[in-house]
T-cell receptor
């Protein structure tokens, strides 16, 4: 399957600082990437859809000024958690669709980033 | 009512047992069905992908889709301790978004 790389895998930061998470599609181009958030023992919650060359689409209740998304190239999307607070501590996961060939509804996920805000 | 319902478990079975995991859904427009496996603190890994109704087999894994009942299943044969993980069903109508179940936590006991 397609490979999606996500960095860092974990990060600890002080309250009030900003954290950037990178998501790269390694062997395919992704015009659309998705950012999810996951709390312990819960399912994935879609935060936003990242579109290459245009503004991201945010789900209801997700603050776009808080979670800045940039999708500047066909292989890279970034999520920046601005002025992070302890309630932002969570597991963040990116994903992308490989549109080559059949079965392009499949989503491939990065390895996730555990954010802990002190 | 959630669009996709999945029993969160936990489910614990002995090694070698056949495991049955299930999801029900309410949106009849769903046509693409997937099962993901997620280990703790890792991203989900795609296990099975099925379009419309029917069965699909891949090694020890079999996915079944019954669109008339709005019910999908994942069977794991000869279960191994390494199969211990959370299993998430996911489905889509072909529009952009994938809808996930809550995930079932599975433990295979040696």
């Amino acid at each position: 399957g397609a490979v999606v790389s996500q960095h860092p895998s974990w990060v600890i930061c002080k309250s009030g600082t900003s954290v950037k998470i990178e998501c790269r599609s390694l062997d395919f181009q992704a015009t659309t990437m998705f950012w999810y958030r996951q709390f312990p023992k819960q399912s994935l919650m879609l935060m936003a859809t990242s579109n290459e060359g245009s503004k991201a689409t945010y789900e209801q209740g997700v603050e776009k000024d808080k979670f800045l998304i940039n999708h500047a190239s066909l292989t890279l999307s970034t999520l920046t958690v601005t002025s992070a607070h302890p309630e932002d501590s969570s597991f963040y996961i990116c994903s992308a669709r490989d549109l080559r060939g059949q079965g392009n509804e499949k989503l491939f996920f990065g390895s996730g980033t555990q954010l802990s805000v002190l | 009512q959630k669009e996709v319902e999945q029993d969160p478990g936990p489910l614990s079975v002995p090694e070698g047992a056949i495991v049955s995991l299930n999801c029900t859904y309410s949106n009849s427009a769903f046509q693409y069905f997937m099962w993901y496996r997620q280990y703790s603190r890792k991203g989900p890994e795609l296990l099975m992908y099925t379009y419309s109704s029917g069965n699909k087999e891949d090694g020890r894994f079999t996915a079944q889709v019954d669109k008339s009942s709005k019910y999908i299943s994942l069977f794991i044969r000869d279960s191994q301790p390494s199969d211990s993980a959370t299993y998430l069903c996911a489905m889509s109508s072909g529009a952009q978004k994938l809808v996930f179940g809550q995930g079932t936590r599975l433990t295979i006991n040696p």
